[in-house]
């Protein structure tokens, strides 16, 4: 950024350039040969931030102090400028941070807080040694001391002098290096987060050289780049990164990589030539490649990195945003470039564990990339929380030592083919892609397919939801979310998981029916569901479909807490005791052509086929075929043919259709079995519920024992006559006697039946209770009469009596009635 022109403040200052002070310099060194003379580097830094926060005319006061006690201090002939708030001195003098100490003194104090400072790195120079090269060692020592915040100078001494000499090897044998092959392109794994399954590598370069040893690119690419070197580099990282693809390709790995591109590789050759040479060369295909520019690059943008970024772009190539987040320019860097993917620098997710603050930085981070329609890959993942918060947050993609350090490519291979059922296919990547559009922090989604976006408030819980046959997973699920299972009867995931994977949970198969309606219609499904107290109702809708698999937004749209919550519990208690007397519940749609499985109770019919794209008519044929016995087949089809299932409903007195088949049950042997179709309507839609179970046991006897009927029924009617604490009798329509109990024929000392049959009360002598015959007059008319309070003398002694008589049907018409008597005790005389 330019602060302000460079011309008009020197012209103002007067200063020297670089060439007329080294020539000054020598001259006057050669002059004073006793003196110990110092070459410095200084540098006003923060000059550019303290120029966006106070403006330039401020800025340009700053610089114009330092630059005139610079002068007072040095003398102008020993002063030069170079680039913007730079200089190079000399000075015969040892007080050198004293010197410094006084200037910064005497800068404003505001200047301290925007963190305005003169920092000097200095060298001594050595007889005979060359006053550039003493500058170059003041500058090495500059950096040295640069961002820290307290040490304002730095000697370039014999700890600097090491890494100042790899340095110059490092651009000294850049060509040597290449030539024998010590430049080595590692490769560290990139994970996508909803899965954990490796979905790329980025390619990063190491220098094993002879004389350093191993060298990362911190030690060698920031000095590569000051000297206009780095292509050659980058230009051999690509050449070995394609051929090492194509070596793993040969094996059956096709894991796509990314190279980083410095900005003045666009500068210094044609990279996309460069790049697209060496894909041709090992035959990498495009969707194989894409390219990572850091944010900075882009900050300092010219017109060469802008129109090389392009032509990768227009060539298919996928861009990635590196480092973002790790200087100040990055929001409007997101604005104008357009990338595939942004990598949050990893400075970000150091915090997040520790800082609330951090942890809504990345979050919004994450969706605001999401919004921009972009994928988010989060770098330097070191632990199990980091990784945790970043499914939370929905980050798609992550990378770091908690999944892999950076490999060499022998090292990198081994572990791709190991983990070979760990990457991701082709495939795999269009459908995670896809779901990675779901923002989990608000539940909007950058347009998928061309749905549009559905906004939701942000504290909505969500889940992203897998569907695979009859297995439902959780892909993934925002805070909110956990919450609220958390405080649900589920207690956590895992415990939804596993009530989702129980046969008997009515939410599995509530979900299992709104997934496959929500996919069929391409609209939201509704579902209520109880859950820990509360009456919750979840919207559902698709996402992505991939290879029988299916992928669902559930989101949970109201919870109202249910006071009656036990009656519903109750409720569900009991319906679930109502499905166990049936071996299986389907779901027929008519409509949809569409059959699903509600309730299973017999193992063996689970072996049916079970796609999702199951129809009714597959099912049944399925079905006939294995289990209904050749004989009943072509009666069972034509139950189950739905076209009819209407006409033969309206020609029938019930409402539900029922017949029996003869069927293979548990024991594999053939078995009555009752099939019923209950029609129902919803939604517009024709479904028929289709209930199979056992035949009752009574209307087994009366199929299966046929002529004996009778017998069953009177060993049951003896058997509960026998056990009854009642007296029980009959009579027929002339009220004579046909029949009573063991019980009531002691109760009266009957010696046996014949004593009573076909006898009357008055026969009997039993005319005491005259409002009993009115009342059997009654039950004869059809009515029942309960609990009439009589008296009676049994065996010489007078006792109360309290009777109930039922008529007694045949055939619409009332041909006898029974009664039930039970003795209350001695009698008392009405009061
Ligand atoms: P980068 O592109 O941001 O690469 C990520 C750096 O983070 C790598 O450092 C990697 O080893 C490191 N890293 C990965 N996971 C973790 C983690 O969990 N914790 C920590 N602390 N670090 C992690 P490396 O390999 O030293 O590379 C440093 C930088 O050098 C790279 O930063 C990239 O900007 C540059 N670079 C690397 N290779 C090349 C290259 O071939 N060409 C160019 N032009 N630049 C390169
Ligand atoms: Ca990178
Ligand atoms: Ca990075």
């Known amino acids: 950024m330019p602060v302000f022109k460079r011309d008009s403040f020197d012209r103002l200052m007067g200063l020297q350039g670089r060439e007329t002070f080294y020539t000054r310099v020598s001259k006057e060194v050669s002059r004073k040969p006793e003196t110990s003379w110092s070459i410095l580097y200084l540098r006003l830094v923060n000059l550019g931030a303290y120029n966006v926060r106070h403006g330039?005319?401020?800025?340009?006061?700053?610089?114009?102090?330092?630059?005139?006690?610079?002068?007072?201090?040095?003398?102008?002939?020993?002063?030069?400028?170079?680039?913007?708030?730079?200089?190079?001195?000399?000075?015969?003098?040892?007080?050198?941070?004293?010197a410094i100490d006084a200037i910064n003194r005497r800068l404003p104090e505001s200047s301290e807080s925007d963190g305005l400072v003169l920092k000097v790195g200095y060298c001594a120079l050595r007889r005979?040694?060359?006053?550039?090269?003493?500058?170059?060692?003041?500058?090495?020592?500059?950096?040295?001391?640069?961002?820290?915040?307290?040490?304002?100078?730095?000697?370039?001494?014999?700890?600097?002098?090491?890494?100042?000499?790899?340095?110059?090897?490092?651009?000294?044998?850049?060509?040597?290096?290449?030539?024998?092959?010590?430049?080595?392109?590692?490769?560290?794994p990139i994970v996508r987060v909803l899965t954990g399954l490796?979905?790329?590598?980025?390619?990063?370069?190491?220098?094993?050289?002879?004389?350093?040893?191993?060298?990362?690119?911190?030690?060698?690419?920031?000095?590569?780049?000051?000297?206009?070197?780095?292509?050659?580099?980058?230009?051999?990282?690509?050449?070995?990164?394609?051929?090492?693809?194509?070596?793993?390709?040969?094996?059956?790995?096709?894991?796509?990589?990314?190279?980083?591109?410095?900005?003045?590789?666009?500068?210094?050759?044609?990279?996309?030539?460069?790049?697209?040479?060496?894909m041709d060369v090992y035959g990498v295909p495009k969707e194989q490649v894409h390219i990572e520019i850091t944010?900075?690059?882009?900050?300092q943008s010219n017109d060469l990195l802008l129109t090389g970024i392009q032509r990768f772009r227009d060539a298919g190539f996928k861009l990635y945003l590196d480092d973002f987040g790790s200087g100040y320019s990055s929001l409007r860097v997101l604005e104008g470039t357009s990338f595939d993917v942004v990598k949050l620098d990893m400075s970000l997710l150091r915090e997040v564990e520790v800082n609330e603050r951090a942890r809504v930085i990345v979050s919004d981070a994450v969706s605001m990339v999401k919004r921009l329609n972009l994928q988010t890959l989060c770098e330097g993942v070191e632990t199990e929380e980091q990784y945790q918060f970043l499914k939370a947050v929905g980050?798609?993609?992550?990378?770091?030592?908690?999944?892999?350090?950076?490999?060499?490519?022998?090292?990198?291979?081994?572990?791709?083919?190991?983990?070979?059922?760990?990457?991701?296919?082709?495939?795999?990547?269009?459908?995670?892609?896809?779901?990675?559009?779901?923002?989990?922090?608000?539940?909007?989604?950058?347009?998928?397919?061309?749905?549009?976006?559905?906004?939701?408030?942000?504290?909505?819980?969500?889940?992203?939801?897998?569907?695979?046959?009859?297995?439902i997973g959780i892909l993934s699920a925002n805070v909110a979310f956990s919450r609220f299972v958390e405080s649900s009867d589920a207690h956590s995931i895992d415990g939804l998981v596993d009530r989702m994977s129980s046969d008997l949970a009515d939410l599995r198969n509530k979900l299992l029916y709104a997934t496959s309606k929500a996919r069929a219609t391409h609209r939201s499904q509704l579902i209520d569901f109880v859950m820990g107290g509360n009456f919750c109702t979840f919207g559902v809708s698709h996402i992505e479909s991939s290879e029988g698999r299916n992928a669902y937004l559930l989101e949970l749209i109201s919870v109202t807490r249910y006071s009656k919550f036990n009656d519903f519990k109750l409720l569900e208690d009991s319906?679930?005791?109502?499905?166990?007397?049936?071996?299986?519940?389907?779901?027929?749609?008519?409509?949809?052509?569409?059959?699903?499985?509600?309730?299973?109770?017999?193992?063996?019919?689970?072996?049916?086929?079970?796609?999702?794209?199951?129809?009714?008519?597959?099912?049944?044929?399925?079905?006939?075929?294995?289990?209904?016995?050749?004989?009943?087949?072509?009666?069972?089809?034509?139950?189950?043919?739905?076209?009819?299932?209407e006409d033969r409903l309206r020609k029938s007195s019930t409402t539900y259709l029922a017949d029996t088949f003869f069927a293979l049950s548990d024991n594999d042997r053939y078995e009555d079995q009752l099939f019923m179709l209950i029609p129902m309507s919803m939604d517009g839609h024709r479904q028929y519920l289709s209930c199979m179970r056992d035949l009752d046991v009574a209307a087994l006897a009366r199929q299966h024992v046929s002529g004996s009927s009778r017998i069953a029924d009177d060993v049951l009617l003896t058997g509960i006559l026998d056990v009854t604490e009642r007296l029980v009798f009959w009579k027929d329509e002339h009220l004579r006697f046909l029949g009573a109990n063991e019980r009531f024929l002691d109760y009266y000392g009957f010696s046996g039946i014949k004593e009573i049959l076909g006898k009357t009360d008055e026969d009997l002598g039993w005319t005491r209770n005259a409002h009993f015959v009115t009342d059997e007059r009654r039950v004869m008319r059809g009515e029942r009469v309960l609990d009439v309070v009589g008296y009676t003398v049994r065996k010489g002694e007078a006792r109360d009596i309290m009777v109930s008589k039922m008529p007694l049907w045949l055939e619409g018409r009332v041909v006898g009635l029974v009664g039930f008597l039970v003795d209350v005790g001695p009698h008392k005389e009405d009061a």
């Open 56 to 98: 330039a005319a401020a800025a340009e006061k700053m610089l114009k102090f330092v630059a005139s006690s610079l002068t007072e201090w040095l003398s102008k002939s020993m002063l030069c400028r170079l680039e913007t708030g730079s200089f190079l001195g000399a000075t015969p003098s040892g007080e050198i941070e004293a």
């Open 128 to 188: 005979g040694a060359s006053v550039q090269e003493a500058a170059r060692r003041a500058r090495y020592a500059y950096e040295d001391i640069r961002f820290s915040g307290s040490v304002y100078t730095r000697s370039f001494d014999q700890g600097l002098e090491a890494s100042y000499m790899r340095r110059l090897y490092v651009v000294n044998h850049l060509d040597d290096a290449i030539e024998h092959g010590e430049i080595r392109a590692y490769a560290q």
């Open 198 to 278: 490796i979905c790329e590598v980025e390619i990063l370069a190491r220098w094993e050289s002879e004389r350093y040893g191993f060298l990362r690119p911190d030690e060698f690419v920031p000095e590569l780049e000051r000297h206009r070197l780095i292509h050659r580099l980058d230009a051999e990282v690509v050449r070995l990164a394609c051929k090492q693809w194509s070596e793993a390709h040969g094996r059956g790995i096709n894991v796509p990589f990314g190279i980083n591109l410095s900005r003045l590789d666009f500068e210094l050759i044609d990279m996309f030539e460069v790049v697209t040479h060496y």
């Open 295 to 299: 944010e900075s690059a882009l900050a």
């Open 395 to 471: 980050c798609e993609k992550a990378q770091g030592y908690y999944f892999s350090r950076p490999m060499s490519h022998e090292d990198i291979m081994a572990h791709l083919v190991e983990t070979a059922h760990l990457h991701e296919t082709s495939e795999d990547q269009r459908y995670y892609d896809s779901l990675g559009k779901i923002n989990l922090m608000d539940g909007t989604r950058s347009s998928v397919h061309g749905v549009e976006a559905a906004h939701f408030m942000s504290t909505q819980p969500f889940a992203l939801i897998e569907v695979l046959g009859q297995s």
């Open 575 to 645: 319906l679930r005791f109502l499905y166990t007397i049936f071996k299986r519940i389907d779901l027929l749609d008519a409509t949809d052509n569409t059959w699903r499985n509600l309730y299973l109770n017999v193992p063996r019919y689970t072996g049916l086929k079970t796609s999702p794209e199951a129809t009714p008519q597959n099912e049944v044929d399925a079905f006939c075929e294995t289990f209904i016995h050749p004989d009943d087949r072509a009666s069972f089809l034509a139950f189950y043919d739905l076209s009819t299932a």
